[in-house]
């Protein structure tokens, strides 16, 4: 089978129609179109169908798309073994990072990066949700992305998922709150505040639902934020509570607001790189993904409250401790 009927197909199926498709290749819709049916010729099965005023993958489409993967995972191999014989990684290696995420880890990655003769960093802060999340492997080598610990993982069949960091959300409370003398604060006890919340879709908004379903307490949002620094100032002025990453909150947040863990339940976000199948074999895109692990370690110092959270012991909904 033609190599580039089968990255075109892959494109088609990362981007879901024929005219994004064609953007991503730089090509008409047109040329997108007959490289479909020329490979659909190929094989002699139809890979491709109407949905609608565009087109959707058959089964036997999803099952090539797939193989496609595994084949140019291989082809991509084959040039990393080529570039095994460069003393150090080159190159540019395009990276998406949520925003808070690039807070916490991207100038410290940079200076890391920066110790490569050659090597570049592209990097694009993108506000993302999990579902964006295949879409965007498609334009960059790395998607440095956050999810509840209590959604499904990424597709791993086609996607390599690397794991950097649990970090747990606590609840931010403005200075004088009633429960400022507490260790931790059970949910229920904030049952009645204004809740500041980011947009529905993103994970920190995913993690105050999944504790609505499992304590069955409803808080109440009443605006909805997605800058954690407008939402730092927000509850500083008294204007609600929030849940927040802890490791993202900045350091003159620290001063003006309180933070403590949530009682009796784990509350969570994990921050993972999502790639493409192979891609890491390339020793560009292996040393970014080294810098990436090594500011994590150097960005979260130990948290004597994270700790006694990862140790095995039941949480409020029966679950273990990872």
């Known amino acids: 089978m033609d190599i580039g009927r089968l990255r075109t197909l ?26 479909l049916r020329a490979l659909q010729a190929e094989v002699g099965l139809p890979l491709t169908e109407p949905a609608g005023r565009g087109l959707r993958l058959t089964d036997a489409g999803r099952a090539l798309v797939s193989r496609a993967d595994e084949v140019l995972a291989a082809l991509d191999r084959a040039e990393s073994e080529l570039d095994t014989y460069r003393s150090v990684p080159r190159g540019r290696v395009r990276l998406a990072i949520f925003p808070s995420g690039a807070l916490l880890l991207l100038p410290g990655l940079l200076h890391r990066v920066a110790g490569f003769d050659g090597l570049e960093v592209d990097v ?25 610990e209590h959604a499904p993982p990424f597709d791993s069949d086609r996607l390599d998922v690397v794991h950097l960091l649990r970090e747990p959300l606590d609840v931010a409370l403005p200075p004088g709150h009633r429960l400022a003398g507490e260790e931790r604060v059970d949910l229920a006890e904030l049952a009645g505040e204004r809740w500041i919340g980011v947009d529905v879709g993103f994970p920190v908004d995913d993690v105050l639902r999944s504790l609505t379903v499992r304590t069955g307490v409803q808080p109440t949002v009443f605006q909805r934020i997605n800058d954690f620094r407008v939402i730092e100032a927000l509850v500083a002025a008294g204007h609600g509570v929030a849940l ?40 560009a895109v292996a040393a970014v993904l080294g810098a990436l692990h090594a500011e994590v370690a150097a960005a979260t110092l130990p948290d004597a409250v994270d700790q006694a959270e990862q140790r095995a012991q039941p949480d409020g909904d029966g679950e273990r401790g990872q």
């Open 10 to 35: 892959r494109e088609f199926a990362d981007r879901g129609s024929v005219t994004a498709a064609a953007r991503a290749l730089h090509c008409t819709p047109s040329a997108v179109s007959q490289q």
């Open 124 to 148: 694009r802060d993108i506000d993302m949700i999990p579902a964006a999340v295949p879409g965007l492997v498609a334009d960059f080598d790395l998607v440095v992305t956050h999810r509840d």
């Open 244 to 283: 927040l990453p802890r490791y993202a909150i900045s350091r003159a947040a620290g001063e003006c607001l309180l933070r403590r863990p949530l009682a009796g339940i784990r509350a969570a976000r994990h921050i993972e790189v999502v790639l493409r199948k192979g891609a890491a074999g390339r020793p």
